[in-house]
Every structure is written in C-alpha cells, then in structure tokens.
C-alpha cells in the first residue's frame, strides 16, 4: 500500500505509554516586576518538555506618574515588548547570548513571518497585538500570556526536550525599560514613565513515555553517535549610528559574526533625533492612517526607509542581492527568504504601502537554502566559522526625504546553534 496516496491507505499508527499534562510553574525570585528587574524561572527536571507549550502569564499596568491631566499611557503592541533580554543556562552553561533589544527581534520576526489571522484572533486576546485606545485615560491593567519565543525555548528541533539527559535549564527575562511606552502626545517634562507586572508564573506542556523504546533509542543513539544533538535557533544583535539629512543617508554597517550556519540578516532604521528619538524622545505614538489592524505604533517600534535610495549587504565582499535594491524590493525580498512568493497563504502583518516605508520596514535576506530558515534541523546557511566573516549593510541616499538629524540602524543576524549532549548530562554548545 506504501505506493498508493495516504488517503487511499488503511493504517494506523500506535504510540503506548504515552501520558501528557500541563503544569504551572512559580518564579525563583518574585512574582512581581517592574521595567528594568529580572524574572527568573527554573524549567521541570526529569520530564520530556514540549518547549514550544512554554508560556508567561501575568497582569500588567502602566505606571504614569506627574501626568498634567492629558498625557495617556499605554502598552505598545505585543507584550514581548516588555522584555529586553533572555539568557537561557543549561547547567550555567548559556545557551542563548542574551542579546540586546530581545523585543526588537520579535517585533521583527512577528511583523514578517506572523500572518493577520493570527494578529486578529489569539494575539489579540493574549499577547495584546492592537494597542489600546489612550485618547482619554491610561491603558486600564490587563491579563496577558507570551507563549511564542525567538531562540532555544521555541526554535528548536526536536520540539519535545528530554530535561533528564541535560542538566537544570534556567531561564532570565530582563524587562525592558519605561521608553517602549507610547503616549498620547508628546511626554511632559514632569512625567515619569513604568510599568508593573503581577501574579507572575509560567506554565509547560509535560510527556511521559513509559514504553521502554523511546529511553532505549535515546541510549543507543548516544553509544553509536557519542552524543546526542538539538538545534536551536540564535541571535546576534548590532547597532550602529549615522548622521543624516533630508537628502537621504549613505552608510555602511560593519558588523562580524562568527557560526556554523549563518541564515538570515535583518536591519532596520530608527529615528535618534531629539524629541523623535526611539530612545530618548517625546514618547508621542505614531499613527499608521489605513492599515489594515492596528492604527497606532510606539515610537521605539517604529522602523523607516526614510532617505534610503538603495540597499544591499556584503558578506566578505560578495553582494546580497547581487543588485541595489530598493526599499519595496526588501518586502519582496521576505517572500523570497521565506520560500512563500507562490504560497496561497502568504504574507506578512504589512498592508499599505506607507505602512512598510514609514513604520515596519526590515531589510531581510537569506543565506541558507530554500525553506530552510524555519527548519531547525538543517544547517544550510553560510559557515563563518574561522573567517569571522565581515559583513557590511550600505545605503545609497535618495527616495523619500530623510531624517535631518542622527538615525540608528540595528542589525540581526539569525544563526542556527547546536547542543550536543553526552553521557553523564554533559553538555557542548556549537555556535
């Protein structure tokens, strides 16, 4: 019957000794942050962990004090803005460098790969991904759940983690600080901006397989390879500061990665002057007039192609594109890195034209095969390792007017890592 198509087949697959359950799990330290703290939260030992089940759940309030009566607060979209870094710890070996500006990475990640089905249904109810209305007051305190990650809690294959073979997993979320705010004009002098998190505690998805096979065929494996391997996705972050003018900006971005499979880089460009800094500015939300969801983004989220004629990266000296692209072509470009141009479900969280140029823009290319940048389990991308390979993102000025003043662009280069466990839960990491 192999020969025939599945449905026309009459199988059946069995899988015994199989339990599964969920469990809640308290932090180390709190159950109650502020923006800059740290949470931190200890993973089950001895269990078969679906990562991708791992979720945060908490209440969350804007903090506004100082405020002269008509200077709202609110949250920005997606509570994954809230957090700055993650560093995961395998035995306090780090898995996951911690990388600056975690929020910026999935905002980026979420604006391009997730699709508006998904922004309009569960995130919107979850994960807060329409701003609320601050017209008139502060954003009333709510209950939210963070169930999808960037890096080793969810990118990672084989999904279902056996935590009796490694030793203690601990994981550190540092919150970001009170600038990823939005208010509903600019900030008064007087004001001074937070928020809290409370009933904080986490929860996972937990297996059970008393078969017999399934720990011998881990064993096995072990004897006859040495070790046993998990890839998981990585990321390294950099920044770099241009001066620019209404003419547009020309610029070069050094950065230089070293890894066993370089997949895909990101960049974007970030206003720095003055009151419009997505640092240190007014803090003034930004309207997106005829997108298609949300209506209002935070200043610290906000990505332009202001004053950037062409584009393009060079990875020891070669061209990517091997062409000057511009900022429409890098939307097409995403479609590309995604194997998804003749998808029937394709798309992004972009649906204007304004929308991309002035507040989502990423400049995205692939460097592994086809397909490959969200299949964990195989490395096809560019292997820097011994070259420490440099890589420069240019611009030509031109295109829209620029930004008259300082512009920042933040650079993210996603890699696939591996974890190589051996007999006795010990542990090597390959970047």
């Given amino acids: 019957m192999s020969n025939y198509p599945r449905n026309l087949r009459y199988a059946v697959q069995r899988m015994s000794g199989n339990n599964t359950n969920v469990f809640k799990l308290q ?69 996951s460098q911690g990388f600056l500006q975690y929020n910026t990475c999935a905002t980026i990640k979420k604006r391009l790969f997730n699709k508006i089905n998904k922004q309009n249904s569960d995130d919107k109810v979850l994960q807060g991904s329409y701003p609320v209305d601050i017209t008139a007051a502060d954003q009333p305190a709510g209950s939210f759940i963070i169930d999808e990650w960037q890096g080793f809690l969810n990118e990672l294959a084989p999904q279902f983690l056996d935590s009796g073979i490694i030793p203690a997993i601990q994981i550190r979320l540092y919150l970001a600080g009170p600038e990823i705010l939005r208010v509903n004009g600019v900030k008064d002098a007087a004001q001074t901006l937070g928020f809290n998190l409370s009933n904080i505690y986490f929860t996972i998805e937990s297996s059970s397989i008393s078969d017999g ?76 007039a005829n997108a298609l969801g949300p209506q209002q983004v935070s200043r610290y989220f906000s990505m332009t192609s202001a004053g ?108 696939t890592s591996t974890l190589r466990i051996g007999m006795g839960r010990s542990i090597e990491v390959i970047n």
């Fill in 27 to 95: 932090t180390q330290n709190q159950t109650s942050a502020s923006n800059g703290q740290i949470i931190t939260i200890n993973l089950p030992t001895n269990s078969v962990l679906n990562m991708r089940s791992l979720a945060c759940h908490f209440n969350a309030a804007v903090s506004n004090v100082g405020n002269p009566g008509t200077k709202f607060v609110g949250f920005p979209a997606n509570m994954a803005s809230l957090i700055n870094r993650v560093e995961v710890l395998v035995g306090g070996t780090q898995l």
């Fill in 213 to 288: 096979v399934y720990d011998l065929a881990l064993q096995e494996q072990m004897s006859s390879a040495g070790y046993l391997e998990v890839a998981y996705k990585n990321y390294y972050s950099f920044t770099n500061g241009f001066s620019s003018a209404l003419a547009g900006v020309s610029s070069s971005s050094r950065f230089s990665v070293a890894a066993q499979s370089v997949d895909a880089i990101y960049t974007i460009q970030r206003d720095t002057t003055g009151v419009a800094s997505y640092q240190t500015g007014a803090q003034d939300e930004l309207t997106m």
């Fill in 308 to 415: 950037i004629g062409n584009w393009r990266y060079q990875v020891n000296n070669v061209q990517v594109p091997q062409y000057q692209a511009t900022p429409l072509d890098a939307l097409h470009l995403v479609s590309v890195a995604k194997d998804e141009c003749m998808a029937n479900d394709r798309g992004t969280l972009v649906t204007t034209d304004a929308q991309w140029r002035n507040n989502y823009w990423v400049a995205c290319v692939r460097l592994c095969h086809s397909g490959d940048l969200e299949d964990v389990r195989r490395l096809s991308g560019y292997d820097s390792r011994g070259t420490n390979a440099i890589m420069t993102f240019e611009t030509v000025a031109g295109g829209e007017p620029g930004i008259a003043g300082t512009v920042e662009f933040y650079t993210l280069v996603e890699t």
